[in-house]
């Protein structure tokens, strides 16, 4: 009666584990069981890397411009404004430094001829009681000095005319103001022959330039 009994409750769990379980297809019989994988004991978890990152390169600084030294010397001064400092005969033109005189003569095609350059002194620009340094400038030839006097705040030029005729000329003064050239030009006037002709500027001039030198034609103003 037991046994009966036991069987008959065997048969009825049995009878109920198929209703709950779903019917089994093809595709899920053909499936491999999964297998187990325990996991590891107190496994620590898995290290993940950060990821790599290119180097960053600094920014390219430019070079600056280096800055210009300032000018120690009036001739570096000079020259940084493109001038050219010298005592000199171009282009058919006479530049004459502070301080100098220039001797030349003519030519009839080539214009002013450079004889010499000197150095000296103006009467005008001497203190009182000295005389000047430079002498007549000789027959044939042409001579133009520029000097400066400090204590008269003056600048002086005095030209000597060896010729035996008249001549005329083209006069440019140059200076220096705010560190900028500054050029002034004087009208023309005949230095009669043999003879001598001064002016004087209240300004610093540096250098001056004559130009379009020759004998002066009949009814050229004389210079006074």
Known sequence: MRAGLLLSLLLAGAAQAQEAAPPMSLDDFLKPEPAAVAPAADAPPPETAPPETAPTEPPAVEPQPAEPAKPKTLVEALTAVGFDPKTKVESGA???????????HLEAKAGPVLYAIETGKLGAAQPEGQ???YK??????????????????????????????????????????????????????????????SQAWPDPIIALTVSKVALAAKGATPCT
């Not at 001579?143 to 006069?171: C, H, I, Y």
């Not at 500054?182 to 022959?193: D, F, G, L, S, T």
């Open 131 to 133: 005389a000047e340094t």
């Open 94 to 104: 006479v530049q004459v430094m502070q301080g100098q005189r220039a001797l030349f």
């Open 136 to 197: 007549g400038s000789g027959a044939g030839r042409i001579g133009v000095a520029l000097d400066s006097s400090p204590a008269k705040r003056q600048t002086f030029m005095k030209v000597w005319n060896g010729l035996a005729r008249p001549v005329t000329f083209e006069l440019e003064l140059a200076a220096i103001r705010n560190g900028q050239l500054m050029r002034r030009k004087i009208e023309a006037c005949a230095v009669p022959a043999g003879g001598v002709h």
